[in-house]
C-alpha cells in the first residue's frame, strides 16, 4: 500500500508559477513510475507528466511540455510538479499517483494503482 500527499496547489495569475509537492509513504517509493494528472470542471481526468522508477525518464502531455517539470527526491519520498508560465486552462484539481507500469503505457491513467486526494490549482486571466 502507497499513501499519497499533494500540497502546494493555489490561487495564481496566468504567466506565474507554482510548485506541486506528493509526499509518499508505505511500500517502497523508488520501486513506482510516479505521474500527476489533472481533472477540470466538467471534463475527464488527463494524464500531465510523469517520471520513472529510476527518475532516467519522464514523459509529458504535449499541453504542457516545456512549462512543466516533473522531478523526484528519494531521500524525501517525494515527487514535484514544476509548474511555470501558467495559463488559465491548467485550472484543475492536480492528483499525484503510483503505478508499477512496465509496458511503456504511461498516459493511460488506470495503469496508476495508487492515488492522492488531490490539490486546487486555480489560474486566473
Known amino acids: 500500500q502507497v499513501q499519497l500527499v499533494e500540497s502546494g496547489g493555489g490561487l495564481v495569475q496566468a504567466g506565474d508559477s507554482l510548485r506541486l509537492a506528493c509526499a509518499a509513504s508505505?511500500?517502497?517509493?523508488?520501486?513506482?513510475?510516479m505521474g500527476w494528472s489533472r481533472q477540470a470542471p466538467g471534463k475527464e481526468r488527463e494524464f500531465v507528466a510523469r517520471?520513472?522508477?529510476?527518475?532516467?525518464?519522464?514523459t509529458y502531455a504535449d499541453s504542457v511540455k516545456g512549462r512543466f517539470t516533473i522531478s523526484r527526491d528519494y531521500a524525501k519520498n517525494t515527487v514535484y510538479l514544476q509548474m511555470n508560465s501558467l495559463k488559465p486552462e491548467d485550472t484543475a484539481v492536480y492528483y499525484c499517483?503510483?503505478?508499477?507500469?512496465?509496458?511503456?503505457?504511461?498516459?493511460?491513467?488506470?495503469?496508476?494503482?495508487?492515488w492522492g486526494q488531490g490539490t486546487q490549482v486555480t489560474v486566473s486571466s
Open positions: 499517483a503510483a503505478g508499477e507500469i512496465y509496458n511503456g503505457d504511461y498516459r493511460n491513467l488506470r495503469n496508476y494503482n495508487y
Open positions: 517520471i520513472s522508477w529510476s527518475g532516467g525518464s519522464t
Open positions: 508505505g511500500r517502497t517509493f523508488s520501486r513506482y513510475t
